[in-house]
């Protein structure tokens, strides 16, 4: 199984991001994907998880009003969009499945001015 992030991205305040997690080697709709990110110095902070069966979500109460969860079946990739930026987003954002047991390798979203 392999689970492959897009590139390091920046961002002005108030802007958005959109990151991809491209999955192989398993069935894409038999694992949830979740959404978990690391801002420098802290712990890692779950933001939630899609279902690509359905597209069903269940996102953190804390991101839930700007971010979006969702999942292309026909490529086997899954995509969180995060809107109204701040510094406080720069961090390490990972994709995982199988309840967290398969990790992309991570994606720097940096926001500055």
């Known amino acids: 199984i392999q689970v492959v992030q897009s590139g390091a991205e920046v961002r002005n305040p108030g802007a958005s991001v959109k990151v991809s997690c491209k999955t192989s080697?398993?069935?894409?709709?038999?694992?949830?994907i979740d959404w978990v990110r690391q801002a420098p110095g802290q712990g890692l902070e779950w933001m939630g998880r899609?279902?690509?069966?359905?597209?069903?979500?269940n996102y953190d109460q804390k991101f839930q009003d700007r971010v979006t969860f969702t999942a292309d079946t026909s490529t086997s990739t899954a995509y969180v969009e995060l809107s109204g930026l701040t510094s406080e987003d720069t961090a390490v954002y990972y994709c995982?499945?199988?309840?967290?047991?398969?990790w992309g390798q991570g994606t720097q979203v940096t926001v500055s001015p």
């Open positions: 080697g398993y069935t894409f709709t038999n694992y949830y």
């Open positions: 899609i279902d690509p069966e359905d597209g069903g979500t």
């Open positions: 995982a499945a199988g309840t967290l047991e398969y």
